[in-house]
């Protein structure tokens, strides 16, 4: 299973804090990704893990802030490139979700607002993190500056809640 793990760095390098985060994951469990803010303080880590209360347990254990854990689905990318390529973004949105959204809503709406992607020049969309409990998505983009970023939301017709340059 997949999960997002949204952590507090207040006093570490990035490199030693994720380290730090990859020694005190259960066995088994495996960081796929970390995409952290430009100040270093918030770091999204996106563990593969079996099940959510051990990897929580983990984490707390080690001393590490969690302010979130939740199961999520990756969307517009395969698993296996992300765990080879380990790609980073320069932009993270989060989307709080309205009430009522459903999982096959929000992907009807992502088949149906994807396409209009292409023909935006300064920002690519790289994928999406939708939490299984529909309170949030985590979407990645590459662009060329945060007001890119909110045009491209808008010409998808897509909210956003909060917006971070990523470092």
């Not at 969307?75 to 989060?94: F, S």
């Not at 309205?98 to 020049?121: V, W």
């Amino acid at each position: 299973m997949l999960f997002v793990a949204e952590l507090e760095n207040s006093d570490l390098e990035v490199n030693a804090f994720l380290g730090e985060v990859a020694k005190s994951l259960p066995a088994g469990a495996e960081l796929i990704e970390s995409q952290v803010t430009k100040d270093g303080k918030q770091v999204f880590a996106v563990l593969e893990a079996e099940q959510i209360e051990v990897l929580r347990t983990s984490l707390t254990d080690a001393g590490l802030k969690l302010r979130d854990l939740a199961q999520v689905r990756l969307v517009g990318a395969e698993l296996e490139d992300i765990k080879r390529l380990k790609p980073k973004g320069q932009y993270l949105v989060e989307w709080d979700f309205p009430e009522g959204l459903t999982m096959d809503k929000y992907l009807a709406r992502k088949k149906e607002k994807s396409p209009l992607y292409k023909d935006i020049d300064d920002v690519k969309f790289l994928r999406t993190y939708v939490r299984e409990d529909m309170v949030k998505c985590l979407c990645f983009y590459d662009g060329e500056s945060e007001e890119a970023v909110i045009r491209a939301r808008e010409i998808v017709d897509t909210p956003i809640s909060r917006l971070h340059q990523l470092g």
